[in-house]
């Protein structure tokens, strides 16, 4: 976290490292994730110094939380997906999107 971060700041970065890493996520990927979010919200809120135009207009990371909460989204890229099939060894994965792939693992 930056210098000067407030503490709710660091509880959210806290937060969501530790909750990446119980998904399984790298340990790397998990704190560039959480910071990310952090710094994003930051921006949102005007409490950093410079933020680029996207920070700013984007749908904040909660609201995209929400909406894969309740569209029914696994929240997991086609990479992800792609790399549990492979492990599940199932047929014709490489020519599937990634709705077919969430089909294929339920």
């Not at 340990?27 to 919200?41: F, M």
Request: cysteine-free; glycine content about 8%.
């Amino acid at each position: 976290m930056p210098r000067g971060s407030s503490p709710k700041r660091e509880r959210q970065y806290r937060h969501i490292r530790d909750a990446e890493r119980e998904r399984g996520v790298s340990k790397g990927r998990a704190e560039e994730i959480a910071a990310r979010t952090v710094n994003k919200a930051r921006a949102r809120a005007g409490e950093s110094r410079s933020s680029s135009r996207l920070s700013k207009t984007d749908i904040s990371s909660q609201k995209r939380a929400s909406y894969r909460r309740t569209h029914g989204g696994t929240g997991r890229t086609r990479d992800q997906l792609y790399e549990e099939a492979k492990q599940r060894s199932i047929p014709g994965r490489s020519r599937m999107n990634k709705r077919q792939l969430e089909r294929a693992l339920r």
